[in-house]
């Protein structure tokens, strides 16, 4: 399987629970654990979160299968698009993945109203996902490049990946930003096929690349240390992470 989103890209469309404040203070004497910040999804998923540069992020991809107001999301991937209706997958099209890997979303659910996300909490612009990756040491003249892994000379991707899951060498896998990144895949409507878990991971955001076409994207690869910036149709289904407002 090619491990580029630029490669599968080109054969189809290119183009709460929780306060917002910093972790809390640890009362005087001793040196007592980090507090650990969860949010709880409509479904009762409860997700661990992580503090990155003043923004918290979920360090898990997003699993709820309803929205927001209790109403469920499809799991009719292929036939959504002809009514532009939300839907969501399993990750190499098996339930079982579901508890580590979260669900793969298209783009009508990441735009739907109802919302995906918990109360409190929202899907990523690619304004959020640049700070991000600036926040990571990638420079500024890259961050809206696209078709191609950027901040691979900082390992801004290296820096999100998870050290275990991935297919090897899962280069400059440290984590160290502590969000956890897995390789769920993705699932292309097109061809009605999800990929295998194990060598890519997709994130969507919330902001078009074309109206009324498709969202940008965030793609790591196992064999790459950078992150890749791109645009795909909504037919498409990726994983997602929230960020809270």
């Known amino acids: ?3 580029s989103l630029t490669a599968f890209a080109a054969s189809i469309i290119l183009f709460a629970a929780c306060k917002k404040d910093d972790d809390p203070a640890p009362p005087s004497g001793g040196t007592p654990a980090p507090a650990v910040v969860t949010v709880t999804d409509i479904d009762g998923n409860v997700y661990n979160t992580v503090l990155i540069d003043g923004d918290r ?3 898990e991809n997003l699993r709820t299968s309803r929205y927001r107001n209790g109403d469920v ?7 959504a698009p002809a009514t532009m209706t939300g839907a969501c997958g399993y990750p190499g099209n098996d339930p ?3 508890t580590i890997y979260g669900k793969l979303y298209n783009g009508y659910a990441v735009g739907d109203a109802r919302g995906i996300c918990p109360a409190g909490w929202h899907m990523p612009t690619d304004a959020d996902w640049i700070a991000l990756e600036m926040s990571l040491g990638m420079p500024l003249a890259q961050t809206t490049l696209t078709q191609e892994y950027r901040g691979a000379t900082q ?3 290296g820096k999100l990946k998870a050290t275990t899951l991935w297919d090897s060498p899962n280069t400059g896998a440290t984590n160290s930003s502590g969000f956890n990144a897995l390789p769920a895949g993705y699932y292309m409507q097109v061809s009605n096929g ?6 890519v991971a997709y994130f969507l955001s919330s902001t078009d690349a074309i109206p009324g076409v498709g969202y940008f994207l965030r793609g790591l690869s196992a064999d790459e240390g950078g992150i890749d910036r791109n ?5 498409q ?3 997602c992470r929230c960020v809270q407002d």
């Not at 999301?73 to 036939?79: C, P």
């Open 155 to 157: 390992n801004v991707g």
């Open 73 to 79: 999301i499809s799991t009719d991937m292929q036939n």
């Open 57 to 59: 992020w979920m360090k």
């Open 237 to 239: 289904g990726f994983s």
């Open 194 to 199: 999800y990929s295998p878990v194990g060598s």
């Open 96 to 98: 079982a993945n579901n």
């Open 231 to 235: 645009m795909q149709a909504y037919s």
């Open 1 to 3: 399987m090619n491990h």
